[in-house]
């Protein structure tokens, strides 16, 4: 069975850091990517960035500006998200997923990729930024 399992959030202060993972088992994780998204109460998922595990190539929302960056740990079937400077607004319940990679390649560039359809998705792990 594929499972995608979130870790790693929790309560974290303004302009601090947090890291969470994503352990994926019952796929290749060679074959696919994965794509971090979050969603707020009473808003839209969107996406925030994904990588293509075969080659590396990786995407993020223009919101990220710099202070989230993704990567994995191939040997681990680990997917991360790192965290930075938060603020407030990040406040939301974060996602991974998987699919293929290329489905990825195919969706053009830009934010092309969030828009694809991700087949497996984790539990989601909330994320509290105070102020």
């Known amino acids: 069975d594929v499972r995608l399992v979130e870790s790693g959030g929790g309560l974290a202060q303004a302009g601090g850091s947090l890291t969470l993972s994503c352990v994926v088992s019952g796929i290749t994780f060679y074959d696919y990517a994965v794509g971090w998204f979050r969603q707020a109460p009473g808003k839209e998922r969107e996406g925030i960035s994904c990588?293509?595990?075969?080659?590396?190539?990786?995407h993020y929302a223009d919101f990220v500006k710099g202070r989230f960056t993704i990567s994995t740990n191939n040997a681990q079937s680990t997917a991360y998200l790192h965290l930075n400077n938060l603020k407030p607004e990040d406040t939301a319940v974060y996602y991974c997923a998987a699919t293929w990679g290329r489905t990825v390649e195919e969706s053009g560039g830009g934010g092309g990729w969030s828009s694809v359809y991700w087949d497996y998705w984790g539990q989601g792990t909330q994320v509290t930024v105070g102020s």
């Open positions: 990588i293509v595990n075969e080659d590396g190539t990786i």
